[in-house]
Every structure is written in C-alpha cells, then in structure tokens.
C-alpha cells in the first residue's frame, strides 16, 4: 500500500464546496485502484482565519505543507480580508507557498469539454496547455514598485537566465509526456513574448532558442503575446505548450478560460522541481458561496492534475489511470447534463454535480474492472 500525505486548504467562499467535491472524487479513486491511499491533512488557512486571528496561515500548516506529497487547495481571500496598507491577504498564503515552495511553473490546461456553452464556434480540438512563470516577471515587483514622483511610477520587471531556464524545460518536458500519452500528436512549444518592445522579453526569447537545441525532435514557434490573444481565439486548435512570463501567463490563461466555458472550468497546478499545489483557477466568488451552486468542475479536474503530478513523480501508473479516468468522467457528465451547474446553463447543484462525476467513475470502474 503507498500512502500519500496531502495537505488539504479548503480556504474561503467557495472554496470547502468545490474542495469537498473533489475529495469526493480522490475517495473514488481510492476505491477503484486498490494500493493507494491518500492520508489527508486539513487546515484552516486563509481569509477567514485572518479575520478572526489577524494570521493566514500558522507557520506549523506552512510546514506540513512543506512535509506534504502534494498541497490541494479549494480558493482563498475575501474582499474585507486586506492589510493596512490595503494588499489582500490571500497573498500571505498563495505567494509564500508559491515562493518558498519554489512552484515556479503555473501549469494551465485548456481544454474544451463537450456539453459546456461556449462564445466558440471551432472548440471540438481545443486541447493545450498554458505555461506561466510563476515567481519572476513583471510581479517580481509586487510590494515593490517606485513612486519616482507624485504623478509618475515604476515597476521592474525580473527575467533571470535560470528561471528562465526551468519554466521552458518544464514546458518542452510536459510537451515530450503529452505527445508520448497521444500517439500522433507532434508536440511543439510555443515561446511567447514581446521580444520586438522590451529587452527582458528578447532575454526569455534568447533563452528559450537555447534549451530548445536540447530537445531537437519537438517543433518550436515564436509568437508575440498580442498575437498569441487572438490565436487562442482564432485557431486555439493549432496550439499544444505555450510558455510565457508571469503576467503574460496570468493574462492569457484567463482569456484561455474564458474560451471554454469560464472559470468554473479552468484547472490549474504550481508547480515545482521537488513540491505543487493544486487549485482550480477561480477566486473565492463570495457572493455565491454557501448555496451549492459553484461548479466544482475546475478543482475536480485540478484533482485529476494532482494525480498526474503523484504518479509521473513517484512511478505509480494507476495514479495517472485514475487522472484520465476523472477527466473522462467529468467529460461523460458535462455532455450528459448531470454535471451541469447554472453558470453552464444547467441546473444541478456543487454537490450533485460532484456526484455524477463519481457515479460516472464508479460505472466505468465497474465496465474495466478494478486495477491493483
Ligand atoms: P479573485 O480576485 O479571488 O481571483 P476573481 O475576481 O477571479 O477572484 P472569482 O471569485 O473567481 O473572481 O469569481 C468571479 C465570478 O465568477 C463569481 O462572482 C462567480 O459569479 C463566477 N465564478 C467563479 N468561480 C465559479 C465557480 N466555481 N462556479 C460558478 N461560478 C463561478
């Protein structure tokens, strides 16, 4: 039996609803591939706990994040949960285990899933994934920045060779495992900058050319980032592993949500050489929290990314069975409506939307038989 320890933030809002749904789904896998266990830590961490202890997280949960196999997170912040100075405290928890945990690469599958509404006409082959660097670029200045004068400012924007050099290998080794799981696909990565404008962006290019001569047999792009928008919307079936710097990357794969079916869709990992964290892509969207309506979609999905991560890591192919198994649940469910919540135009509930995506997994477990 391996057991794996993964420490649970449910955080705020929507956050413990959608995190609950995707427990659901773990618990499943747990039944269905017979020699996995997942011992579960919980903490209460965010938002909330600032508002009632003027501390996000104790330096004891950041610790047994740090000791964890994997972090999965439901959503943290709340509007009214600010510093002094009027920062938003979900930072305390988010950019201190992005930045100590060194999850450098922000991963972001895009992906449409038939049954979803969508403002596409071309989405049947929309499959690729948004790289962003996550703990350098233009947000390397947050609490920085420069108030030169009373009417100008500055902010600096960081691009280092070696933090260069990790983001683009993760996104040429994450291409090479998606070709590899899908016979026929040519894996290419797609640098994206705006290397005509700026310096730093001519450095990311540099860098990129560089680590892709190590992998010859993947096909490369250049692309401008205002480009690349309209592509996604354009041609997005054209595209496989984009990679990009940090706001690049935060801008993008909103827009990239956006293209299918919005953020209760949209997965999301940091991750890292030795930790990750998982959480769908969504904030905490207070004003529907408490009334099982929020698609659990993005974090039972983020779940199925966790178990990707745990089994490339640790050699345990039926972690990555279980992955694909979630992912043609979820697909099976959102094309027959049972998992469909209002803001996909359907009417079931979080918790009912959860459980047809454990009902599906149950069925296709019972039609394959149960793995060992
Ligand atoms: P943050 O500033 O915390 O990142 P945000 O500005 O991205 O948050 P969200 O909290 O993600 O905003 O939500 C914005 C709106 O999107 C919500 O009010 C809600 O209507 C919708 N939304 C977000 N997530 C979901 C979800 N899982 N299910 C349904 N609707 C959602």
Redesign the pocket.
């Known amino acids: 039996m391996t057991t794996l320890k993964i420490s649970v933030l449910p955080g705020d ?2 956050g413990p609803e ?1 995190t609950a749904e995707a427990l659901k789904v773990l618990h499943t896998v747990t039944q269905l591939y017979k020699g996995i266990e997942f011992e579960l830590e919980t903490f209460d961490v965010g938002a909330e706990r600032f508002l009632k202890t003027g501390s996000a997280m104790t330096e004891e949960a950041f610790t047994h994040c740090k000791e964890a196999d994997a972090i999965f997170m439901g ?1 943290i ?1 709340l509007p009214e949960a600010r510093h002094p100075d009027g920062r938003e405290v ?1 930072g305390d928890v988010i950019f201190r285990l992005r930045f100590d945990l060194d999850l450098y690469a922000g991963v972001r599958p895009v992906r449409f899933y038939p049954g979803v509404p969508t403002v596409m006409t071309n989405t049947s082959k929309v499959d690729y994934v948004v790289v962003r660097e996550n703990v350098e670029g233009l947000y390397a200045s947050r609490n920085g920045g420069c108030r030169v004068r009373d009417d100008l400012t500055t902010d600096t924007i960081v691009i280092t060779r070696s933090g260069t050099e990790k983001v683009v290998k993760y996104a040429f080794k994450l291409a090479a495992q998606r070709a590899s799981r899908r016979l026929g696909l040519s894996p290419t990565v797609t640098c994206v900058d705006k290397s005509n404008v700026l310096k730093s962006y001519a450095f990311f290019r540099e860098v990129f050319d560089g680590v892709a001569k190590d992998y010859p047999d993947i096909h490369t792009e250049r692309e401008y980032v205002d480009a690349m928008a309209a592509y996604q919307v354009l041609n997005p079936e054209r595209l496989d592993v984009l990679v990009m710097e940090n706001m690049f990357g935060d801008i993008l794969s909103d827009l990239a949500g956006a293209t299918v079916g ?3 869709m949209a997965a999301s990992g940091d991750i890292g050489d030795d930790h990750a964290m998982f959480q ?1 892509a ?7 929290a408490g009334k099982n ?4 979609t ?1 974090t039972i999905l983020s779940a199925a990314m966790m178990l990707d991560w745990l089994g490339d890591k640790h050699q345990l192919p039926q972690l990555i069975d279980g992955a694909r198994m979630i992912e043609r649940a979820v697909s099976d469910a959102l094309q027959d409506g049972s998992a469909r ?3 996909l135009g359907g009417h079931r509930s979080t918790s009912e939307s959860g459980s047809a995506v454990v009902n599906r997994m149950l069925q296709i477990g019972g039609d394959h038989g149960v793995r060992s």
């Open positions: 809002g929507i959608v959503a912040g979900n919005g953020l209760g769908p969504h904030g905490t969207a207070p004003t529907i309506v929020a698609n659990p993005a919540t209002v803001d």
